[in-house]
């Protein structure tokens, strides 16, 4: 399993900006094996995918809520992962986690089942306020 650490998170006002990033260390692959999922809950809510990416098939996926102001992307020589997040709405706020699997690849289905990911940060607390 790879150990995950999540950073990027704070405060910010309506319309701003925060870069998450997650570093990856330890597992057995290098990390272009593994599909990395960008997830968040928000308190009283189900924890939710946002976004994943896979090297191999230079595939990534965005749900609904976050295409056209959200990007994730991966740099395998650092083993991080990174979520840029523009045009921050309230209802973006949550911990954001990052979970990586290397049985699966991006896809829609992936993303919307964390309980396929066997490894998982500590999460990161994003807080959209004015």
């Known amino acids: 399993q790879l150990q995950l650490v999540e950073s990027g998170g704070g405060l910010v006002q309506p319309g701003g900006s925060l870069r998450l990033s997650c570093a990856a260390s330890?597992?057995?692959?290098?990390?272009?094996?593994?599909?990395i999922g960008w997830f968040r809950q928000a308190p009283g809510k189900e924890r939710e995918g946002v976004s994943c990416?896979?090297?191999?098939?230079?595939?990534?996926y965005y749900v609904d809520s976050v295409k056209g102001r959200f990007t994730i992307s991966r740099d395998n020589a650092k083993k991080t992962v990174y979520l840029q997040m523009n045009g921050l709405e309230a209802e973006d706020t949550a911990i954001y986690y990052c979970?990586?699997?290397?049985?699966?690849?991006?896809?829609?289905?992936?993303?919307?089942?964390?309980?396929?990911?066997?490894?998982w940060g500590q999460g990161t607390q994003v807080t959209v306020s004015s």
């Open positions: 979970a990586a699997d290397s049985d699966y690849y991006c896809t829609p289905y992936v993303i919307n089942h964390p309980s396929l990911f066997d490894s």
């Open positions: 330890g597992g057995t692959l290098d990390l272009d094996y593994y599909v």
């Open positions: 990416v896979s090297s191999r098939e230079a595939s990534t």
